[in-house]
């Protein structure tokens, strides 16, 4: 026999954990692309260590490189590979810069990899918006874990990527790049912290 007094208390119970669990910052509706684009656009500087393996077919271990980024709203990605060779780049909507010894050069060619690190500054930065003009986006979960599908939907595009794949929480936290070619990268951020601003040298690198 249903026990209604008991029943009610269990209710009772369950709905004084509401405001803690709001105030504690669990997230427990559904995420929007709107909101997630917000949450992404908060901080004004965010620096972490990066992780990059690049699965090639036909080679039976993955490329690995290890390094740093620094991620601007208001200039732009600085990529810094430190292993197993050192690469600076710097992307911003001018385009994708490669720093030679005492100047940045201009990428202007317009291969995948072009592609992807452009795609790679609208991820990071949560441009979803523009995202959205050349892909399809479905994202799923709450702010604290979230997922977000792109598949492209231009013909250029198509005939690079096959998916992409975002997950993250209160920051990126891997993408995964596949390619129509059967090539893989999978890009994983660490050790992130928000900034303030930036320093004089990072500074000087997004506006020499």
Not at 49 to 57: D, I, M, N, R, S
Not at 120 to 149: H, I, K, R
Not at 178 to 195: A, H, M, R
């Amino acid at each position: 026999m249903l026990n209604l007094k008991a029943l009610g208390c269990a209710l009772l119970l369950s709905l004084t954990w509401l405001p803690y669990l709001a105030v504690a910052g669990v997230h427990t509706s559904p995420l929007t692309i709107t909101q997630l684009t917000t949450q992404l656009a908060t901080y004004p500087v965010i620096q972490g260590e990066l992780l990059q393996k690049k699965l090639v077919a036909g080679l039976p271990m993955p490329l690995v490189s290890e390094g740093k980024f620094t991620l601007a709203q208001s200039y732009g990605l600085l990529w810094q590979l430190e292993t197993p060779f050192v690469q600076r780049y710097r992307i911003n909507q001018q385009g994708v810069a490669l720093w030679q010894t005492d100047h940045w050069q201009l990428q202007t060619h317009q291969g995948a990899s072009q592609q992807q690190n452009r795609l790679l500054l609208a991820v990071l930065a949560g441009d979803y918006v523009q995202l959205s003009n050349d892909f399809e986006l479905s994202v799923s979960g709450t702010a604290d874990q979230w997922q977000l599908l792109l598949i492209p939907k231009t013909v250029i595009l198509k005939k690079i990527f096959s998916q992409i794949r975002i997950q993250g929480g209160e920051f990126v936290n891997q993408v995964r790049i596949s390619e129509v070619t059967g090539d893989v990268t999978e890009l994983n951020f660490n050790q992130q912290q928000v900034k303030d601003a930036l320093q004089d040298a990072e500074q000087h690198a997004f506006t020499q």
